[in-house]
């Protein structure tokens, strides 16, 4: 603990963000530089505690004070290094993470905690500025192989864990670009693509391969071929079928899931072209009040829409934390994001009866749950941010009755294998991330990649592997 009165004297300070009528002119992050003075006060609030509860709240095991240590001492080498023994991306869970850890901080009792998220974001920020390897790699080939299908968060973190062991690591993306929700799921106000590139960059210097346009099932290239020129295969291919709102009118044109509109937003901004789903001059209308639909919040304000509502279909949350969410559990209470400064309405306990129009959406017909009045109201655009499904397996090629579990996620064993597809091949398949834990957060998604990595380098190597396996097959609870 290298101040103890730090969490007295400083208050919590983060980042400010630029002014909302500048940044809506542009794509860029919202948050303007901290200076170093300024972050390594917000490292002395750390108590150091007996118990370090944050680390526990944190999926990946974060060594929280100690890295706030290094970070108040401005010993910013060893801050990274004990960063990246436990988390592969701090820079995407330093910018999109929720941050269970800072509502599991024991200085969150009675005051602030600790920016812990934020303090990530510099920490791996000052790696890179200074030239510290990101990536690790092994000096021993091991000679094995591993095909990973997609490439998002948990992908990503599998790859980068059995390269790092010496594994030569495949990986196969069915989008004509590496990154999955990273690349066309978030928007670029949230993480801009050059910091994903730049990770990218560090991950293929260390000899991961990746394939873009390559749809297991499709082109060419089937799961029974991966497991004929593997040695080991792993499924991280998300939890990409949305949830929909089953009303009348749910067919008409200008009703889409939001990710369809949040991955053409995407790609006109980083490819310069017009987005092919455009908010410009139209009333919009998102279902759902999750970050999904925040980050459609922000999105439909920078192509200039007309007016924007969020809609969902709960009570508005609590503003401060409710006696049955006690710490250090996550509590779900009222949140504003960067978006919701922007502008736009909210309406809370709010159900969706039916979407109107001839051909084209022209309308939305709501009802309040508490009061029943039923309201109609504009709606040029409907987003639908309702979560997902599970994941897309059709393409797979395989036809396995206990493929899936009763919540339409993979169903793994202890080991993070398949086990339903063990019989008919002798390499083995595993599965992690949201495709087996449904949709969750970025940092379990990590955390998932790095167990199933784990698991993967005991099978190659017929030994207790030496790579950290966070947490367990959450499919292993139901």
Not at 123 to 144: L, M, T
Not at 162 to 170: K, N
Not at 278 to 305: E, F, K, P, S
Request: net charge negative; proline share 7%; glycine share 10%.
């Amino acid at each position: 603990m290298g101040k103890p009165t730090g969490f007295l004297e400083f208050p919590r300070q983060g980042p400010s963000t630029r002014p909302v009528p500048v940044r809506l002119r542009d794509w860029r992050e919202v948050y303007e530089p901290q200076n170093d003075d300024a972050v390594r006060e917000q490292g002395a609030r750390c108590m150091d505690c007996g118990i370090p509860f944050c680390m526990q709240g944190c999926p990946l095991g974060n060594r929280i004070p100690t890295f706030n240590d290094l970070v108040y001492r401005g010993r910013w080498d060893e801050a990274a290094e004990q960063l990246l023994d436990t988390n592969n991306f701090p820079e995407f869970t330093g910018r999109l993470c929720p941050a269970p850890c800072e509502s599991a901080c024991v200085l969150g009792i009675g005051a602030d905690p600790v920016t812990i998220e934020r303090l990530e974001y510099e920490v791996i920020e000052h790696a890179f500025a200074r030239g510290i390897a990101v990536q690790r790699s092994s000096a021993i080939e091991s000679g094995r192989r591993v095909a990973i299908v997609g490439s998002g968060p948990s992908g990503l973190a599998a790859a980068a864990q059995l390269r790092s062991a010496g594994h030569h690591v495949e990986i196969f993306e069915r989008a004509d670009a590496i990154g999955g929700l990273l690349r066309y799921g978030i928007p670029e106000f949230k993480l801009e693509k050059r910091v994903l590139d730049r990770r990218l960059s560090a991950m293929s210097e260390a000899g991961v391969i990746f394939h873009t346009s390559a749809n297991v099932g499709a082109n060419g290239t089937s799961l029974t071929r991966l497991r004929d020129e593997f040695d080991a295969v792993i499924l991280a291919v998300g939890s990409t079928r949305p949830r929909l709102i089953p009303v009348p009118g749910a067919q008409l044109e200008g009703v889409y899931p939001a990710m369809t509109y949040l991955e053409a937003a995407n790609r006109a901004v980083v490819e310069k072209i017009p987005s092919t789903i455009d908010a410009a001059g139209r009333h919009v209308i998102i279902l759902g009040g999750g970050d999904t639909g925040a980050d459609c919040l922000g999105t439909a304000h920078r192509q200039g829409a007309a007016s924007v509502t969020q809609i969902e279909i709960m009570d508005e949350p609590p503003h401060e934390r409710p006696t049955d969410q006690p710490w250090p559990t996550m509590a779900r209470l009222f949140k504003i994001t960067s978006a919701h400064e922007e502008g736009g309405e909210r309406r809370f306990a709010t159900e969706t009866l039916e979407f109107g129009g001839q051909g084209t959406i022209s309308e939305i017909t709501l009802r309040d749950t508490h009061s029943e009045q039923v309201v109609t109201a504009p709606a040029d655009l409907v987003l639908i941010a309702a979560g997902f499904v599970g994941p897309e397996v059709e393409g797979l090629g395989v036809d396995a009755p206990e493929l899936l579990t009763a919540r339409d996620t993979f169903s793994v064993n202890s080991h993070w294998r398949v086990h339903s597809l063990d019989l008919d091949h002798d390499t083995p398949v595993f599965a992690c991330g949201d495709a087996v834990r449904g949709q969750s957060l970025i940092v379990w998604a990590i955390a998932e990649g790095r167990s199933a990595a784990s698991a993967v380098d005991a099978h190659l190597g017929a030994r207790p592997s030496a790579l950290p396996a966070p947490v367990e097959p959450y499919s292993l609870s139901w």
